[in-house]
């Protein structure tokens, strides 16, 4: 996608402070992180959100969350921490690459809304 900041990260072209790259998956810090540490992690294929997710693509996510804890690990997340997807305009979603973020590195608020 031409016009998307997360595919223009992955290809290298907008820069981002990487923690963990492979065939399928990025994962980079949030440029305006909401907690000690935000992590993002994205598929290398552009799917918008996640009502994209299909029986084709899904690969992809399960890459996503089979990597996530040695990801966590690789932060210090040893006591914990969020995983979230937000989707659409409700969910309040803002870059249309799929995307998970991972927040950690404090005790995080019991409430998530
Ligand atoms: P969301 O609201 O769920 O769509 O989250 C998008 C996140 O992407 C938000 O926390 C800020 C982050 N972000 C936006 N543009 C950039 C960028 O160019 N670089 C990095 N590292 N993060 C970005």
């Known amino acids: 996608m031409n016009d998307c ?3 223009k ?3 290298g072209s907008i820069p981002s402070r990487k923690v963990y790259e492979d065939d ?6 949030d440029l305006e992180p909401q ?6 992690v994205v598929p290398k294929l552009h799917i918008a959100c996640a009502d994209e ?12 969350f089979a990597k996530i ?7 210090g997340l040893e006591n914990g921490y969020r995983i ?17 973020h ?9 409430r998530m809304v």
Do not use: M, R, W
Not at 69 to 75: E, F, G, K, N, R
């Open 35 to 40: 907690a000690p540490v935000h992590v993002l």
């Open 102 to 110: 991972i927040l950690g590195g404090t005790q995080l608020a019991g």
């Open 5 to 7: 900041i997360f595919c």
């Open 9 to 11: 990260i992955i290809d």
């Open 53 to 64: 997710i299909t029986e084709d693509n899904v690969d992809y996510i399960a890459h996503i």
């Open 24 to 29: 399928k998956i990025l994962a980079f810090y």
């Open 69 to 75: 804890p040695a990801i966590a690990q690789s932060l």
């Open 84 to 100: 979230v997807n937000n989707c659409g305009e409700h969910g309040c979603q803002s870059v249309k690459h799929l995307h998970f």
